[in-house]
């Protein structure tokens, strides 16, 4: 057994795994203690509700937006909102610690399975994986406890094994596979667009009709229509995997370059790595930069956004577009070496199809907004490629691209921490606020409603005060205290001529970064709230107003 474990201990990739596994840990284990944050609220009330019964699918007697519903059901497929109940009654009660304790598995298994990808699409494999760890988007919600990211690390761990056990004809790998698809398509909407991508894997290998490649489907494939048939029979309607309302397309278009061009790797990187040739800074530079201008001085003129911020929009969205742009690019070089040689490599044509694949599952599901969060799918991909054209990049001079590679890992990792810490900051921020308020008014006899959802609501709700919604009976002389990043949205706003402003309070950060922030255009969760997913800036975090409510009685 020693001989065994000296053997598997002097292979490489068990050394790079190790590799991950540390830096993982330490970019994530420093945060466990982090407030709960944003839609992590979602699923810690569903988490509280599988406590009690794990077949319940809906909130009792709730309020979201301002609006009551004696059952409100739960927006998110249950397997994670399931895990965290069993927490809860393992833990006795609501942790943050407790719970980014537990959701530490799924960075892990994230980061093992793109190592497990790297090495079938690349000659990088710990390149790639530190490129995902490092993403801004992948480090900011690996400190959260929202489904996005546990959904694509099952989406990763699926895909690696379907791509392993097809290429090798493995059915253990087909049916682990099979497992783990389920478990994504379980634990987030979007996970229901994996199924047709390892389709059409299975499809370019010629091997979608042999049986073993068949079985690996038969699981998700009954996992999920059993799941929607149960909700179906039980509350007469199916869950939604759609969220999808009136919304501006153009934001959405824009947005989703932006966020691609900003949040996966280094910017920068994108514009030496992707104009090597000159055919690419013709495509580059005469047909993009023209819509993008023409896009960001629209929005410009119309006042929704500052000029240095329509210049950073304009830079990176030209990054993404560079992303879409070498993507396709790759398949044709591939299908002409086809025609010259009559030798095709799918690879490239896969990966197009998982980066198309999620964006077209995006703009059918999709939120009216852009998010970070629901584009951590399409990560990979972009990872994937990315990595692939570096071994390309001067072929003949192994020391500049070794320097390039470490540079955009570092510049990398330096976005994505930054962003970690700032919503960091912002999460706890609630968190003081209401432990402050709470103390406040713990003892001065006068009714306190809060006005908001996220965080803020939780911790408001932890300190004793009260939801205000529609429905809720308030006084003249009650107070309610109202986030203006919170309440954005909320149906129930105070009434115009029924309060009068208290105090106004501006939450602080002295750390230069903004996640979510409407004076600094952030929009890390919503590019409602800002046009820039991660933004430099001191502007102040939040502003909280405490109001009394007044009106003549008779």
Same mark, same amino acid.
């Given at each position: 057994?020693?001989?065994?474990?000296?053997?598997?201990?002097?292979?490489?990739?068990?050394?790079?795994?190790?590799?991950?596994?540390?830096?993982?840990?330490?970019?994530?284990?420093?945060?466990?203690?982090?407030?709960?944050?944003?839609?992590?609220?979602?699923?810690?009330?569903?988490?509280?509700?599988?406590?009690?019964?794990?077949?319940?699918?809906?909130?009792?007697?709730?309020?979201?937006?301002?609006?009551?519903?004696?059952?409100?059901?739960?927006?998110?497929?249950?397997?994670?909102?399931?895990?965290?109940?069993?927490?809860?009654?393992?833990?006795?009660?609501?942790?943050?610690?407790?719970?980014?304790?537990?959701?530490?598995?799924?960075?892990?298994?994230?980061?093992?399975?793109?190592?497990?990808?790297?090495?079938?699409?690349?000659?990088?494999?710990?390149?790639?994986?530190?490129?995902?760890?490092?993403?801004?988007?992948?480090?900011?919600?690996?400190?959260?406890?929202?489904?996005?990211?546990?959904?694509?690390?099952?989406?990763?761990?699926?895909?690696?094994?379907?791509?392993?056990?097809?290429?090798?004809?493995?059915?253990?790998?087909?049916?682990?596979?099979?497992?783990?698809?389920?478990?994504?398509?379980?634990?987030?909407?979007?996970?229901?667009?994996?199924?047709?991508?390892?389709?059409?894997?299975?499809?370019?290998?010629?091997?979608?009709?042999?049986?073993?490649?068949?079985?690996?489907?038969?699981?998700?494939?009954?996992?999920?229509?059993?799941?929607?048939?149960?909700?179906?029979?039980?509350?007469?309607?199916?869950?939604?995997?759609?969220?999808?309302?009136?919304?501006?397309?153009?934001?959405?278009? *824009?947005? @989703? #370059?932006? =966020?691609? /061009?900003?949040? !996966?790797? &280094?910017?920068?990187?994108?514009?030496? %790595?992707?104009?090597? +040739?000159?055919?690419?800074?013709?495509?580059?530079?005469?047909?993009?930069?023209?819509?993008?201008?023409?896009?960001?001085?629209?929005?410009?003129?119309? *006042?929704? @956004? #500052?000029? =240095?911020? /329509?210049?950073? !929009?304009? &830079?990176?969205?030209?990054?993404?577009? %560079?992303?879409?742009? +070498?993507?396709?690019?790759?398949?044709?070089?591939?299908?002409?070496?086809?025609?010259?040689?009559?030798?095709?490599?799918?690879?490239?044509?896969?990966?197009?199809?998982?980066?198309?694949?999620?964006?077209?599952?995006?703009?059918?599901?999709?939120?009216?907004?852009?998010?970070?969060?629901?584009?951590?799918?399409?990560?990979?991909?972009?990872?994937?490629?990315?990595?692939?054209?570096?071994?390309?990049?001067?072929?003949?001079?192994?020391?500049?691209?070794?320097?390039?590679?470490?540079?955009?890992?570092?510049?990398?990792?330096?976005?994505?921490?930054?962003?970690?810490?700032?919503?960091?900051?912002?999460?706890?921020?609630?968190?003081?606020?209401?432990?402050?308020?709470?103390?406040?008014?713990?003892?001065?006899?006068?009714?306190?409603?809060?006005?908001?959802?996220?965080?803020?609501?939780?911790?408001?709700?932890?300190?004793?005060?009260?939801?205000?919604?529609?429905?809720?009976?308030?006084?003249?002389?009650?107070?309610?205290?109202?986030?203006?990043?919170?309440?954005?949205?909320?149906?129930?706003?105070?009434?115009?001529?029924?309060?009068?402003?208290?105090?106004?309070?501006?939450?602080?950060?002295?750390?230069?970064?903004?996640?979510?922030?409407?004076?600094?255009?952030?929009?890390?969760?919503?590019?409602?709230?800002?046009?820039?997913?991660?933004?430099?800036?001191?502007?102040?975090?939040?502003?909280?107003?405490?109001?009394?409510?007044?009106?003549?009685?008779?």
């Amino acid at each position: 057994m020693r001989q065994y474990f000296q053997k598997i201990s002097s292979r490489p990739h068990f050394r790079e795994i190790i590799v991950l596994v540390v830096f993982t840990l330490a970019l994530t284990v420093p945060f466990i203690s982090q407030a709960f944050h944003w839609d992590d609220i979602d699923f810690v009330e569903a988490a509280k509700v599988s406590a009690r019964n794990p077949t319940q699918y809906h909130l009792e007697d709730y309020s979201y937006r301002g609006l009551h519903r004696q059952e409100y059901p739960i927006r998110h497929p249950p397997l994670l909102s399931t895990y965290l109940g069993l927490v809860i009654r393992l833990a006795g009660k609501v942790s943050e610690t407790f719970f980014h304790l537990a959701y530490l598995i799924f960075p892990l298994i994230a980061v093992i399975s793109m190592y497990a990808l790297g090495r079938r699409f690349t000659g990088q494999p710990l390149v790639a994986s530190l490129l995902l760890l490092f993403s801004a988007g992948f480090l900011v919600m690996s400190h959260t406890i929202m489904g996005n990211l546990p959904g694509t690390a099952f989406w990763l761990a699926a895909t690696a094994t379907f791509v392993w056990g097809v290429d090798r004809s493995s059915l253990k790998m087909l049916l682990a596979s099979g497992v783990l698809m389920a478990a994504a398509m379980m634990t987030f909407a979007q996970g229901v667009s994996l199924f047709p991508l390892l389709v059409f894997y299975a499809l370019l290998k010629w091997r979608l009709f042999r049986w073993k490649t068949v079985t690996a489907f038969m699981l998700p494939l009954a996992a999920f229509l059993g799941w929607r048939y149960f909700i179906q029979s039980r509350y007469g309607f199916a869950p939604a995997i759609s969220y999808q309302v009136d919304s501006r397309l153009d934001w959405q278009i *824009g947005g @989703i #370059t932006v =966020f691609i /061009g900003s949040t !996966i790797v &280094f910017p920068l990187s994108y514009y030496v %790595l992707f104009l090597r +040739k000159k055919v690419d800074v013709l495509v580059a530079f005469l047909f993009v930069p023209p819509l993008v201008t023409w896009t960001a001085m629209y929005l410009i003129s119309k *006042g929704e @956004i #500052t000029t =240095f911020q /329509g210049i950073f !929009i304009a &830079f990176l969205a030209t990054a993404g577009f %560079l992303v879409a742009y +070498k993507m396709i690019a790759n398949v044709v070089r591939d299908f002409m070496r086809w025609v010259r040689k009559r030798r095709y490599d799918t690879d490239s044509l896969f990966l197009l199809a998982w980066f198309a694949g999620v964006l077209a599952v995006y703009f059918v599901t999709s939120l009216p907004f852009v998010a970070v969060r629901h584009l951590l799918p399409l990560f990979p991909p972009v990872i994937l490629m990315f990595v692939r054209e570096s071994e390309e990049f001067l072929p003949m001079q192994l020391k500049p691209r070794r320097i390039f590679v470490i540079t955009t890992l570092v510049l990398t990792l330096a976005v994505g921490l930054s962003a970690a810490i700032a919503d960091n900051r912002l999460a706890n921020s609630y968190r003081d606020l209401a432990g402050g308020m709470g103390a406040q008014y713990a003892d001065n006899g006068t009714k306190v409603w809060e006005l908001g959802e996220f965080g803020f609501r939780y911790y408001m709700e932890q300190a004793g005060f009260e939801y205000l919604g529609v429905d809720s009976v308030a006084e003249p002389g009650d107070l309610v205290v109202v986030s203006y990043i919170s309440s954005k949205g909320v149906v129930a706003p105070l009434p115009e001529g029924a309060y009068t402003v208290v105090s106004r309070i501006e939450t602080e950060s002295a750390f230069p970064v903004r996640t979510m922030n409407p004076w600094a255009g952030a929009g890390f969760y919503g590019n409602l709230m800002g046009p820039i997913p991660i933004v430099p800036s001191t502007d102040k975090l939040d502003e909280i107003t405490v109001n009394m409510l007044y009106w003549e009685t008779e």
